[in-house]
């Protein structure tokens, strides 16, 4: 049993990935439920789009949660999860957005373009959306082959940028009560800082480490172990 | 044409309507509606937070009305801006059950003759109720078609013999700790103010009920202000102060973001809030958006209080 969750065989990883798929299509059921009920109270499309935006940041900081998680318990394996959260994030985000396009504003172009200029909490919602995208093409093992693991890795990191977006664009869109944009601001700034603090480990135990490692200008390479 | 011919519906028929609107709740409460036998408004109470309500009446109809078609009765005790009672729209049906609305009395104050107090009962007889179906804007974008039952607040505000010097009408609301929000999300008590003009204006409605029977707490009991050309956010909820001042009152919103909420506020489909357009809403059981009115419709009514104006300076 301890070990199985140490080290998962294949079958066991394939069935983890199935059920958790499962779990992170949940929301989406049940907003697709509560439509065909008109239980999603008086204004629908509006609850339809604050969900989807709130499991679009909420999937994108349970992403960033999985690199933490994997290090404090030395479950490798969670890494192996990690692709299919990020993907939901971005799921949730282009059913966000259809839902602005399509319920909201019903495909009145000119609106959406005026919104995306003018309205900064849009435009910011916008560009997160917009770099999610090249994150989400290359989340696939021939991408990483194909840019290399270093430039992979480099492209990838903008997550933390894209995050910061989101709880902006949450921050901005709130009239007077900021608690749950606070929040999510808390546990985004929280993981920001966990990492910030593993990457000065690093760094010190490397320059603590004597010669044999080339000393890179006192640069620091890799922020974890990869494990491979 | 904006003025509508008298509704001759009766505010009765106008409840038992509202019901029909949903026909899974209606089916659902007809057991309970037979229970109640004649009074047919007991089918939709079982969705509100608040205890029975009482009817209002008898209801003059009123040439100010608007024939669309009205919001449901569940939509309009459901769907609630009421800070005080949290923030999310379904909070105030939750929580405002704790608002004491009897006994209440409203202060009359200020540059006034006869300054007075009055108690909500002398209230509800003070002047003849009204039944005015209206259309509400809210400044996030959404719109309602409300029954709302009142007197024009001039009636009141004669009452009390403003004098020369009165040129603003401020409204202070009741901020009860015990039972509402403790966050400083706004600076309670919330206030909110009015022209002398636009609040003795024949639209200016104090409101005490809404689909002919006394206010739901969550909609702002046991008296409230609806002033339907402006912003939703400008009609006061559960009001204990009306002031005369000579000096424009400071208000709410615009206190807490002055560049997004002017003293005016009037629904202005050219002029956006800065977070979002104003030029359509969506009009709450509906599905696409439509286009929003100058004045929210009632430009023939109250354009020329507002003649010469700059009306993006002063929005
Ligand atoms: C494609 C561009 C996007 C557009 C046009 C857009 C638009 C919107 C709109 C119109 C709202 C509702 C505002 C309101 O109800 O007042 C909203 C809410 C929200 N959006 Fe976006 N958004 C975009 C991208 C994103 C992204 C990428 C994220 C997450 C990283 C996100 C997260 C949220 C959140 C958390 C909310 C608030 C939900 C709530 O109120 O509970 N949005 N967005």
Redesign the interface.
Known sequence: MMNMLQTPGRTQIAWIKAALFALCLLPALRLALGWQD?AL???P??TITRASGDWTLRFLLITLCVTPLRRITGLNWLLRLRRMLGLFAFAYGCAHLTTYVW????F?WM?IA??IL????ITVGFAALVLMTPLALTSNAWSIRRLGGRRWQALHRSVYGIAILGVVHYW??V???V?EPMLYAFALAWLLILRAWWRELERRRQQSMPPPVPAYKGRVIRIVPTGK | MLIQRPSDILASEITSRALFENR?RFLRDAGLLLAAGALGSAGHRAEAATPAATRLGPLASSPLSTGEEKTSY??VT??NNY?EFG?D??DPAENAGRLVTRPWTVRVEGLAARPRTFDIDELLRLAPLEERIYRLRCV?G?SMVIPWVGFPLASLLKQVEPLGSAKYVEFVTLYDPKVMSR?P??DWPYTEGLRLDEAMHPLTLLAMGLYGEVLPNQNGAPVRLVVPWKYGFKSAKSIVTIRLTDKQPATAWNK??KHEYGFYSNVNPQV?HP???Q??E?R??E???RPTLMFNGYAEQVASLYQGMDLRANF
């Open positions: 008109d109270g008086a204004n499309i509006e319920l909201d504003q019903f009145d609106a005026h919104d003018k309205r900064p909490f901005w869109l009239k007077a009560d608690r | 899974r569940k939509a459901t769907y800070y923030t729209k379904s996030e959404w966050l999300v706004l807490a973001a956006d977070r979002w357009s030029a359509t969506r709450i059981g599905f696409r958006k």
